[in-house]
């Protein structure tokens, strides 16, 4: 009942910038937060930056000062700026929406498919 689809990756340069979106969508009842994962060949899903509902941002150490999050979760929207890519940064990177159904249901996490981001030079 909700689906959610990221968009915007693609192939760089080392140093480059990239722009992803995610838009969530369905039967929606709330939104408590949405964000940005990455999977790296060999690597665990790791957390790259999140938005709550009410605007707190977070990031992983390693991205802070090159990525920035922005969108409104009330909106089913989020971005994520990525400058200064390096070659670690390349993953697919998953879009999660942690919303509720109905005012009965518990939050659960939906993901979307992934946009690849390749740095490579």
């Known amino acids: 009942q909700v689906q959610v689809v990221e968009s915007g990756g693609d192939v760089v340069q080392p140093g480059g910038s990239l722009r992803l979106s995610c838009a969530a969508s369905g039967s929606i009842f709330s939104i408590n937060a949405m964000a940005w994962y990455r999977q790296a060949p060999g690597k665990q899903r790791e957390l790259v930056a999140g938005?709550?509902?009410?605007?707190?941002?977070m990031y992983a150490e390693s991205v802070k000062g090159r990525f920035t999050i922005s969108g409104d979760t009330s909106k089913n929207t989020i971005y994520l700026q990525m400058n200064g890519l390096k070659p670690e940064d390349m993953a697919v990177y998953y879009c999660?929406?942690?919303?509720?159904?109905?005012?009965?249901?518990?939050?659960?996490?939906?993901w979307g498919q992934g946009t690849q981001v390749t740095v490579s030079s």
């Open positions: 999660n929406t942690r919303a509720r159904l109905s005012e009965e249901d518990p939050q659960s996490d939906y």
């Open positions: 938005i709550s509902k009410v605007g707190a941002t």
